[in-house]
């Protein structure tokens, strides 16, 4: 089954991938590599993680200014995740979609949902966002399933 | 909802003001947007972040807005630059980096922002006024403009600083407004002894609990002691806005929007009332450090924000109180800014301090800059910012302690603690 929620679309695009999912909001510089697109923040739960090509749900951004020259060069070099979705507006991470826009007319888009939305996605599920805002869930355990089944 | 822009902001979207103006300005009214922003309005200086990372992105836009005729319309000052401008090759910056990293700085002083390359730029050239409107990048130097100076600037991140600057134009929301820099939260010290109060680690400490405690609010802080100095606000807020997204704090009777309760919440009730204990603070100084007492250290890293003169007074003091000298396995790196080394050099305290073996970098940062060995595995720093990101920027373990515990590990080549009053 398929839910869909309605999101703000801050940064408006179309992407779909696998939901990374972290209730702690992460600094950009300092938390993730543009190199390899890994979240560098030692004391963050989900250090370790790769964000390249995934869904990364997490509350919001905060720490350094710098955050959004990290989220272009990840555009920039491939590294970075297929959309963002976050439970409140973070200028510095939208902006960091922009200008890549701007520059390379390659983005990534960035979905701000209630609380409520927010928790409903978790680790593994699949995701297609719209231009609109809309954020479509497959949940993961489907996923599984329909992948065994292919 | 759209933004209305005045006949100006239109000639610069047009492209009638140039190819960088349109750029500038198509990037400002989308992030109006992003702000739910109806307006745009003036600001009169910047500070600008932007020249701070070298990533191959970055280069290219400062490059491409300078090529395309950009030029700042308000005076603008620039924050660190990813090299010791002087002393690069001494401190062994590969030339390739070196070589794009002077394109980088050049790219920006071709636009005509002024070649102060600090990160603390409060302390230096051009401090802004209360009141004033402004466009500042760098989590610290924005938490301080906002809360330690008045100045009125939201969190602006790379590369719409240098926008703000060419456009002289910002979106009007939130800091801007005096109705958005309402107190939210109230923490209270009443139980925080005076002696823990004028300890120099006190500061970074408890913004890091600030910061992990409300990372977007605006906190009140009550029962600050009125002689907290500049160098201790700063590092309170450079702390709050790392471990949080702090950009501003208020402090009763010591902040300038903060001469009451009352005025710091502009007459409203907290949504919320802390009372710190020692405890918490504990805590958040245990959680800063991941290495431990005794660990071999490989460098002592000071001026994360860049020193100040005072700070580099209190160094001198610290190493005249040890009587002994450094260890001759590491290294104590002080970041700073050609303002305060200024100063520096036509004063006293340049002779003990190089003679006890400090390296002195200018214009730059150890996260910016490579400086620190690839080999090294172990730092302290009295600093909550470089604390909260050296082990994931620089691949280190971090030692958190004051100035004292800092130099003393550097004369034992070892992480020491000193007893404390909260410790």
């Known amino acids: 089954m398929e839910i869909t929620l309605i999101g703000r679309p801050v940064v408006a695009g179309s992407a779909e991938g696998i939901a990374l999912v972290s209730g702690q909001p992460l600094s950009f510089w300092g938390g993730l590599s543009p190199h390899t697109g890994e979240i560098i923040d030692r004391r963050h739960e989900r250090s370790g993680a790769v964000v390249t090509g995934k869904v990364f749900v997490f509350p919001q951004g905060k720490g350094s200014s710098t955050a959004s020259a990290v989220l272009m060069e990840c555009i920039n070099a491939g590294t970075a995740p297929a959309a963002i979705i976050n439970r409140s507006v973070d200028p510095i991470l939208a902006l960091g979609a922009i200008v890549a826009d701007e520059m390379y007319h390659r983005s990534v888009p960035v979905v701000v949902l209630s609380q409520e939305d927010f928790d409903l996605i978790q680790e593994g599920d699949h995701l297609v966002i719209e231009p609109d805002g809309r954020v479509r869930i497959t949940k993961r355990d489907e996923v599984q399933s329909a992948s065994i089944s292919d | ?423």
């Open chain 2, 1 to 423: 909802m759209s933004v209305e822009l005045s006949e100006r902001d239109k000639q610069m979207l047009d492209g009638q003001h140039g190819q960088a103006a349109r750029m500038a300005m198509s990037i400002l009214v989308r992030m109006a947007e992003v702000y739910d922003a109806t307006e745009m309005m003036d600001v009169s200086q910047a500070h600008i972040d932007g020249c701070s990372m070298l990533t191959d992105s970055g280069l290219e836009f400062a490059e491409t807005l300078s090529a395309l005729g950009g030029r700042v319309s308000v005076p603008t000052t620039l924050n660190v630059v990813p090299l010791d401008l002087q002393n690069w090759r001494a401190l062994g910056v590969p030339e390739e980096f070196a070589g794009k990293a002077l394109r980088l700085a050049k790219a920006y002083t071709d636009m005509g922002c002024i070649p102060t390359w600090t990160c603390a730029p409060y302390q230096g050239y051009l401090t802004p006024r209360f009141g004033q409107q402004i466009a500042w990048g760098e989590s610290n130097a924005i938490a301080y403009a906002n809360s330690v100076l008045g100045a009125r600037t939201n969190r602006y991140g790379d590369y719409v600083d240098i926008c703000a600057a060419i456009a002289g134009r910002v979106p009007r929301s939130g800091l801007h407004l005096k109705q958005n820099r309402r107190g939210q939260l109230l923490l209270r010290l009443a139980d925080i002894e005076p002696a823990v109060l004028v300890d120099g680690a006190f500061y970074p400490a408890f913004g890091h609990f600030l910061g992990k405690l409300a990372p977007d609010k605006i906190p009140v802080i009550d029962g600050m002691p009125a002689g907290v100095t500049r160098d201790q606000l700063k590092a309170l807020g450079a702390a709050a806005a790392s471990s949080g997204a702090v950009a501003l704090f208020h402090a009763v009777e010591v902040t300038p929007e903060a001469h009451t309760l009352e005025e710091a919440f502009q007459g409203d009730d907290p949504e919320q009332v802390v009372d710190v204990h020692l405890s918490d603070l504990v805590a958040a100084q245990s959680e800063m450090s991941t290495a431990e007492e005794g660990a071999d250290l490989d460098a002592v890293v000071l001026g994360c924000p860049h020193f100040s003169y005072d700070e580099f007074d209190r160094l001198a003091q610290a190493i005249r109180s040890t009587g002994r000298s450094l260890h001759p396995d590491l290294r104590l790196i002080v970041l700073t800014s050609q303002a305060s080394y200024a100063l520096l050099q036509r004063s006293g305290l340049m002779a003990p301090i190089v003679d006890f073996g400090v390296e002195i970098v200018i214009d730059t940062c150890v996260f910016l800059s490579p400086i620190l060995s690839s080999d090294a595995r172990v730092i302290m720093t009295n600093s909550g910012k470089c604390a909260y990101y050296a082990p994931g920027e620089l691949g280190v373990q971090v030692a958190f302690g004051s100035l004292r515990e800092c130099v003393r590990s550097a004369t034992e080549g070892a992480v020491c603690r000193e007893e404390a009053p909260w410790k």
